[in-house]
């Protein structure tokens, strides 16, 4: 048997051309779409799918971000009455109003993200990963590290965000290895695989350590182990952040500053959301500097205000994937719950007082376990407001606080038309000959 030369996807070298400049010499090959092993058998290979790998997963938080906004309580999709009238509704709309059915409507499909683009950045990391281990150097050490934490934190990210039963299919050189469907569980179980090695490799790189040190605090909440979650982010500066930051393609836009905000130009657009569906929190008209906001205009029905978001103003704002407030908030969250030394109140009250100016009045105890509970979800919303964890943090309240879905998201009449469903998380449509193999068959739960 004629054994196959070893090649990346274009999809993912693609990516990596325009990324990368003055590399002419690297990427001379006789048939410019194909980009083999050998091009890549240099230390620069690694690092050029690194890159790719960067640009890739920066694109996917940004989707990721604004499609946990729709699903979640933070933003509201408005369609025009002509696109209702026509049956044209977008996605985003369906999104919103919690339809699993109708996102997995081909028509209606959400074009696979934040699926989609989670899925193709982690397999990119991977193949970065594979380059490093076979060409890399060990100056460049830690960037394994950041590889390892990209990888985790895609999925985490898509443990907090898609039904459970996605796989996570991989690469070995030129060839696919299946997974079989995995639950939220065991998605933040592999994640956090990923995010060990990450810690370990990152050495000296305090950037790419703090970074997966958020992030395994962040899987490790996910699972419910508050203790193990407070000491994972012990140590991480209040004021560490690291953003995924965004020109133009490769790594995308902001996609918050790249969309229409209701009821710009007459098109399908978004509001910032107060009080969705009765049981969303009141981010338009609390007036809290977390959450800048502007009045832009009404809804065709006279009655809905819409407010953009002034959070990101560029389409190249960055997006916040791990910081230092996450780390305190999940200090305070293992503390809530007695499976960390202090006090949970206190710790809110020190980001209050030093993470924003002007400083924000102190919050009080409100004197009950539920409503303490409460007050911290609605801390990390407002301090993590368009960043991509509400949704997760939604769907928490449900599996570890035992709360009623129906008491947790937006229900009832939406404020535009129809009637909010009942989706939790996002759905994914099975494709192709290996998702058969695999047992792989959608939504388990």
Known sequence: MMKRPNRFPLWVVAVALLAVAGCDDLLDVDNPTVVEESDLANPEGPELLRRSALALSFNAVSYAALNSALLSDELTAIPTQFTLLSDLVWTDYYLDLRSAQDLLDPWRSTGG???????????????????????????????????????????????????????????????????????????????????????????????????????????????????????????????????????????????????????AFAFDGYTVSDREGGNGLDYASADDPRVPVMLVGMAEDGITRSYAQLKYEASNSPIPIASGIEARLIEAEAQLNGAAAGDWLATLNQLRQTQVSPPLPPLSDPGTQDARVDLLFRERAFWLYLTGHRLGDMRRLITHYRRDPEKVFPTGAHPVTGTYGRATSIPFTPAGEEYAKTGVTGCIG
Not at 148 to 172: N, T, Y
Not at 196 to 210: C, E, M, Y
Request: net charge negative; proline share 7%; glycine share 10%.
């Open 113 to 263: 993200y934040p699926y989609a683009p989670l899925q193709e950045a982690r397999i990119a990391v991977s193949q970065a990963l594979e380059a490093y281990a076979k060409y890399g150097l060990p100056s460049q050490r830690p960037h394994v590290g950041q590889m390892f934490a990209f990888r985790g934190f895609s999925i985490v990210q898509l443990a907090e965000m898609v039904c459970p039963g996605f796989p996570l299919h991989d690469v070995d050189g030129d060839r696919p290895k299946y997974s079989g469907p995995l639950t939220t569980a065991e998605a933040f179980e592999r994640a956090l695989v990923d995010l060990d090695s990450a810690i370990v490799a990152a050495g000296d790189s305090t950037r790419f350590l703090n970074l997966a040190k958020v992030l395994r605090g962040r899987a490790l909440l996910g699972l419910g182990r508050f203790g193990e979650a407070a000491a994972a982010v012990a140590g991480v500066p209040t004021d560490f952040v690291y953003n995924a930051e965004f020109n133009g393609f490769p790594s995308g836009l902001n996609q918050f500053a790249n969309v229409g905000w209701y009821p």
